[in-house]
Protein backbone atom coordinates (compact mmCIF):
# COMPACT_ATOMS: atom_id res chain seq x y z
CA UNK A 1 0.00 0.00 0.00
CA UNK A 2 1.53 3.31 -0.99
CA UNK A 3 1.76 6.11 1.46
CA UNK A 4 1.93 10.02 1.05
CA UNK A 5 4.68 11.53 1.88
CA UNK A 6 3.44 14.55 0.68
CA UNK A 7 0.82 16.26 -1.17
CA UNK A 8 3.33 15.83 -4.43
CA UNK A 9 5.32 12.40 -3.44
CA UNK A 10 3.95 9.00 -2.61
CA UNK A 11 6.24 5.63 -1.52
CA UNK A 12 4.92 2.50 -2.08
CA UNK A 13 7.28 0.03 -0.15
CA UNK A 14 7.39 -3.14 -2.70
CA UNK A 15 8.02 -6.57 -1.50
CA UNK A 16 8.19 -9.99 -3.75
CA UNK A 17 5.16 -11.58 -5.76
CA UNK A 18 2.74 -11.56 -5.78
CA UNK A 19 2.30 -8.80 -3.70
CA UNK A 20 4.52 -6.87 -6.04
CA UNK A 21 2.34 -7.41 -8.99
CA UNK A 22 -0.39 -6.73 -7.62
CA UNK A 23 0.88 -3.25 -6.16
CA UNK A 24 2.32 -2.06 -9.25
CA UNK A 25 -0.58 -2.78 -11.40
CA UNK A 26 -2.45 -0.68 -8.56
CA UNK A 27 -0.27 2.16 -8.64
CA UNK A 28 -0.47 2.10 -12.61
CA UNK A 29 -4.16 2.40 -12.25
CA UNK A 30 -3.94 5.16 -9.64
CA UNK A 31 -1.86 7.43 -12.00
CA UNK A 32 -4.34 6.56 -15.17
CA UNK A 33 -7.31 7.28 -12.99
CA UNK A 34 -6.21 10.33 -10.99
CA UNK A 35 -7.54 13.89 -12.03
CA UNK A 36 -4.75 16.15 -13.70
CA UNK A 37 -2.61 18.14 -11.14
CA UNK A 38 -3.46 14.77 -8.68
CA UNK A 39 -1.34 12.78 -9.51
CA UNK A 40 2.24 12.62 -7.15
CA UNK A 41 6.00 11.56 -7.75
CA UNK A 42 6.78 8.09 -7.10
CA UNK A 43 8.84 6.29 -4.97
CA UNK A 44 9.66 2.96 -5.40
CA UNK A 45 11.30 1.28 -2.35
CA UNK A 46 12.59 -2.16 -3.33
CA UNK A 47 14.57 -3.03 -0.28
CA UNK A 48 11.50 -6.48 0.47
CA UNK A 49 12.15 -7.50 -3.52
CA UNK A 50 14.32 -10.07 -3.96
CA UNK A 51 13.77 -10.82 -7.57
CA UNK A 52 11.68 -9.10 -10.09
CA UNK A 53 10.20 -10.74 -13.71
CA UNK A 54 9.80 -9.33 -16.92
CA UNK A 55 6.35 -8.89 -16.22
CA UNK A 56 7.26 -6.73 -13.15
CA UNK A 57 9.77 -4.52 -14.97
CA UNK A 58 6.95 -3.77 -17.93
CA UNK A 59 4.81 -2.63 -14.91
CA UNK A 60 7.55 -0.30 -13.89
CA UNK A 61 7.63 0.85 -17.44
CA UNK A 62 4.49 1.58 -17.71
CA UNK A 63 4.27 3.73 -14.58
CA UNK A 64 6.99 5.27 -15.85
CA UNK A 65 5.31 6.46 -19.19
CA UNK A 66 2.31 7.00 -16.88
CA UNK A 67 4.23 9.16 -14.69
CA UNK A 68 6.07 11.18 -17.49
CA UNK A 69 2.82 11.90 -19.37
CA UNK A 70 1.61 13.75 -16.69
CA UNK A 71 5.41 15.94 -15.52
CA UNK A 72 5.54 13.38 -12.73
CA UNK A 73 8.78 11.55 -11.91
CA UNK A 74 9.67 8.37 -10.29
CA UNK A 75 12.73 7.07 -8.54
CA UNK A 76 13.10 3.40 -7.48
CA UNK A 77 15.35 2.66 -4.01
CA UNK A 78 17.05 0.25 -1.84
CA UNK A 79 17.55 -2.17 -4.81
CA UNK A 80 19.52 -5.48 -3.98
CA UNK A 81 22.11 -6.46 -5.85
CA UNK A 82 20.08 -9.34 -6.95
CA UNK A 83 17.55 -6.86 -8.83
CA UNK A 84 20.29 -4.42 -9.80
CA UNK A 85 21.92 -7.30 -12.09
CA UNK A 86 18.51 -7.68 -13.78
CA UNK A 87 18.44 -4.13 -14.39
CA UNK A 88 21.91 -4.17 -15.52
CA UNK A 89 21.30 -7.06 -18.04
CA UNK A 90 17.93 -5.42 -19.53
CA UNK A 91 19.69 -2.17 -19.83
CA UNK A 92 17.06 -0.56 -17.64
CA UNK A 93 19.78 1.20 -15.46
CA UNK A 94 19.82 3.74 -18.02
CA UNK A 95 16.29 4.13 -18.28
CA UNK A 96 15.29 3.85 -14.71
CA UNK A 97 16.31 6.58 -11.62
CA UNK A 98 17.58 5.15 -8.73
CA UNK A 99 18.69 6.55 -5.25
CA UNK A 100 20.58 4.50 -2.46
CA UNK A 101 17.57 4.57 -0.09
CA UNK A 102 13.63 6.18 0.38
CA UNK A 103 15.31 9.30 2.22
CA UNK A 104 17.30 10.32 -0.53
CA UNK A 105 15.07 9.58 -3.18
CA UNK A 106 12.30 11.96 -1.65
CA UNK A 107 14.91 14.67 -1.21
CA UNK A 108 15.99 14.56 -4.79
CA UNK A 109 12.36 14.17 -5.70
CA UNK A 110 11.50 17.71 -3.56
CA UNK A 111 14.67 19.69 -4.92
CA UNK A 112 13.88 18.73 -8.61
CA UNK A 113 10.16 19.68 -7.97
CA UNK A 114 11.12 23.58 -6.81
Same mark, same amino acid.
Given at each position: ????????????????????? #????? %????????? #???????? %????????????? %?????????? %???????????????????? /????????? /?? /?????????????? #???
Amino acid at each position: MPTNWSDSITIADLTDEPALS #EELNN %LVDAVRNAK #EGKVPHVV %LNLAGVTYVNSSN %LAQMLKLRKS %LAERGRAMKLCSVSEEVWSV /FQVTGLERV /FR /FAPDPMTALASLQI #EAE
